[in-house]
């Protein structure tokens, strides 16, 4: 079992809905968790954070995090055809810096 | 504030040669971390240095090390290529030690070729 697991997708959504990325993780000691935006040919950037259970808004972004069922997502509202990339989950399992991350999903936003 | 940046951009080497990558991390941060990215594996975790120690090590064999130096500028080695190590390699940085509440920034990346 991989330590966070991503559907790859692609995830087709029109311009204006939510678009909702899913993560899993298997490590019940996890204490961090990024999402990652990366545009084909480019590095990963990093777009949110969240260390407690419940949501977290950061303007059109919203991160969930159920340390209880071991998911975190990630909420795009008001989708523009800009948001097309490959979201990355990561987890910051120990206390250092090593992070493990998913093999990320496919999204695009269709004009 | 400048963000990471890595030495070359890109790079063609031919099997069983050795190359050497380099990543000076945002002015501030002292770890430095390093991943290769690959579309079949996605990205794996190579290694972290902080103040000249390697913390953390992925599951990588001996052909690939590392160091960090005084002023937490890193290189990365990899020796006796294989067409296997193409890749994009990543550089990330970050502030502190000793938490789990750290954002990491990735570099360019440096997209090495091995024919």
């Known amino acids: 079992q991989k330590e966070v697991e991503q559907n790859s997708g692609p995830l087709s959504v029109p311009e204006g809905a939510i678009a909702s990325l899913n993560c899993t993780y298997s490590d019940r000691g996890s204490q961090s968790f990024f999402w990652y935006r990366q545009y084909s040919g480019k590095s990963p950037e990093l777009i949110m954070f969240i260390y407690s259970n419940g949501d977290k808004e950061d303007g059109r972004f919203t991160a969930q995090l159920n340390k209880a069922s071991q998911y975190v997502s990630l909420l795009i509202r008001d989708s523009q055809p800009s948001d097309s990339a490959t979201y990355l989950c990561a987890v910051n399992i120990n206390n250092f810096n090593k992070f493990y991350f998913g093999s990320g999903t496919k999204l695009n936003v269709k004009p | ?115």
């Open chain 2, 1 to 115: 504030k400048a963000g990471v940046t890595q030495t070359p951009r890109y790079l063609i080497k031919t099997r069983g040669q050795q190359v050497t990558l380099s990543c000076s991390p945002i002015s501030g941060h002292r770890s430095v971390s390093w991943y290769q990215q690959t579309p079949g594996q996605g990205l794996q975790f190579l290694f972290e240095y902080f103040s000249e120690t390697q913390r953390n090590k992925g599951n990588f064999p001996g052909r690939f090390s590392g160091r960090q130096f005084s002023n937490s500028r890193s290189e990365m080695n990899v020796s006796t290529l294989e067409l296997g190590d193409s890749a994009l390699y990543l550089c990330a940085s970050s502030l502190n030690q000793g938490s789990a509440y750290n954002e990491q920034f990735f570099g360019p990346g440096t997209r090495l070729t091995v024919l």
